[in-house]
């Protein structure tokens, strides 16, 4: 029983750990009119979620592998897949796809997405995550998952041409980049929601 209760007590511990921000990192990006912190250097490739199993929603204010910015908490998924599918991976997570008008969630979100990179000798490759983005071609416009208009102005992407893209166009964030890409393409994914209450 009580090497249970340390069990429980140590998980405890650092399942807090891993839902606070990430640590300042040097050699400023600008995004926007921002620097963003990016990694000096790698020595593997880091894929999301690869030291621990993503484990299902468990209630908590901040899920193991979740990390946590004011009141949202963030996954960078560690599967691939399409954009419905990741659609779908989020909603059963009672998460969504990323949503994000703000420059500050902007910013944080891609200081922790250059930590899913890997070297390729000359330069660096930063893996792309799908965002709750998708243009609309009835409408004509870019939308976000829940049918609403992207309106802040914060990403700047053209009207696709549906040649280039046959089965739809969707929105992924690389690097510092947000751009797009054919819906049916695989690509990790980008889940926020937000906190449970303690």
Not at 162 to 179: D, E, H, I, W
């Amino acid at each position: 029983m009580l090497l249970c209760l340390l069990f429980l007590i140590t998980a405890r511990i650092y399942g807090a750990q891993m839902c606070q921000p990430g640590r300042k990192q040097e050699n400023p990006v600008m995004v926007g009119e921002h620097h963003i912190s990016k990694p000096m250097s790698y020595q593997k490739p880091s894929l999301p979620g690869t030291l621990r199993k993503q484990p299902q929603d468990s209630g908590e204010k901040c899920p193991v592998l979740w990390i946590a910015k004011q009141d949202r908490s963030y996954l960078f998924s560690p599967k691939r897949g399409t954009w419905n599918q990741c659609n779908s991976s989020c909603t059963s997570q009672s998460a969504e796809l990323l949503k994000t008008e703000t420059k500050e969630e902007l910013i944080f979100l891609t200081a922790r997405s250059y930590e899913y990179a890997e070297d390729r000798g000359s330069s660096v490759y930063y893996y792309p995550f799908w965002i709750g983005l998708m243009f609309d071609s009835r409408k004509a416009k870019w939308v976000w998952a829940d049918a609403s208009a992207l309106s802040s102005g914060l990403f700047m992407l053209s009207d696709p041409s549906p040649q280039n893209y046959p089965g739809g166009a969707c929105s992924y964030l690389q690097g510092n980049k947000v751009k797009a890409g054919g819906c049916g393409d695989t690509r990790f994914c980008i889940c926020e929601k937000k906190k449970e209450a303690q």
